[in-house]
């Protein structure tokens, strides 16, 4: 027995975008696109539509900013129903760049924003409906949130939004499953008429459980990556995610050819995964950005000194 | 808010010893034992308690036997509280190797055994029991086990055995979260006398999470590896597990030191972990020897291939 409404997001090209700037060539990029078609995943994210005024083309690949022509030049002659995605981070897109969506490539927009910025996310993402976009608000940093904030936030997204599907974006990978559970039931009772989603990070190993357990308290969005990658620790593993699944539209045979052939290699060139300094600190609940500055220095496998680093072993917290 | 009920048995040594034919030197198992003596670890589990007439000491390594003197040279001279665990299977011991517990470094035997073997398990475990060692019965590959032959062995492990534990194995890595709480909700119905204990494997990184899962619902002994080291895909990481338990005696900071110094530098030489394949084993309920075979040989990265021979794509199944 399956959930029909479940959909499966694909943000490998995006999440993955963040750990080598973007810098995917059209080759790879329609790579993932022909073998995500193959195994009727719902939609692909390719990455973030950012302003150039404010990016560097020279600094940033391609899907910093996903020009339509080069979503064009990867899905350009594939038979496929999968349908595109782009993020949008607030304070970063010039608005005048989306085109309304009949002009446009792309079929999704989603708005990355914290809880302190819900307003300024209704704002924008009311504008890209009313242009013609699917639309989704992700609340990031999930873990930090604070309880009479988000259920303000959350009854704002279900009053004054347009937005589609509302998302619960375990940021740091800090979630257990008991307050996955927590979340998703508290976003479920209060967004009564769109759908919910889950954004998971794997720094626990918990990335797939987790999404599990979204699933079965109702939510239908879900996001993974192929192979897991993804910033840090990377995400839910999109195979996995289809060895659980029971639609009997989705086959994992492409996506594992596409590991075999891709992604393996591509783990020899860059980094992601169950990596000590990212689960700890998806253990302490803190943002990746020390462990990420840490695995670029000479001591990336001091695992204990990091450790101690950031719980101040024998300091006051006042 | 913590158990003090729970209990955490590292077997390190005992499951990653499956990958290198138990073939540990002494000055590796003690940096082990020290460790986990300073994390507060409670038991040790060194290897598996095996006959020197059945298994060749040419062919495998100390901790195929487990002989008190090579457990002796691991532990004297380390301050610990940390009890020490062997494992056995059912038809490769020789009951005249074990001495009673009084003259003997060991504190603990646990027998692995598949349901269809529960009387067997019975006879062995109760004569450890009156030899004056704590015991378990670990009934593997349980996501096989047939509901009825399941109840039946557990009302016997209930009635029947002098053990003091009674553990759930996922040897294929195939359990999720809903299986998991059914099984050990009722493996607590029925084991009314006895704790209950969780030993996961890792093939579709659901093995902290289904430890997690078995703590919530009530088994207080749980079974990890340092850096999730163990047979194919490995087991629930010690490291994450410590990370969530909130008794203030685990201390996380040596295990961390010893994934830097020993586990990282030995994940060089042996593989274990998130590896396709094994994933593919534990999606389909399948002992992981398939992969293991397939990991040896030129064809190792050809997952499409090795799940489309596991599935008989095409085939019928009678």
Redesign the interface.
Known sequence: MYREEIKILDCTVRDGGLINNHDFDHRFVRAIYQALSEAHVDYMEVGYKNSRKMFSSKEFGLWKFCDDEDIKKVIDGIESKMKISVMVDIGRVDMGDIKPKKDSPVDMIRVATYVKDIDKAIAMVNEFHDMGYETTVNIMAISKALDNELNEALHQLEHESKADVVYIVDSFGAL???TTEFLIKKTRDIIKTKEVGIHAH?N???????T??AI?HGANYLDSTV??IGRAAGNC?L??LL??LKNPKFD???V??L??KEF?PLREKIEW??I?PY??TG?LDEHPRTAMALRQGAKK????EF??SLTGSGGEID
């Open positions: 257990y499953q008991e794997n626990q190993q918990l990335a797939f459980s987790n599990i357990e079965i192979y897991g593993p195979e996995l060895g659980f994992i045979r492409p594992l050819d590991i075999s393996i995964g169950y000590i689960a700890i253990i496998e001091n695992y204990r450790y101690e």
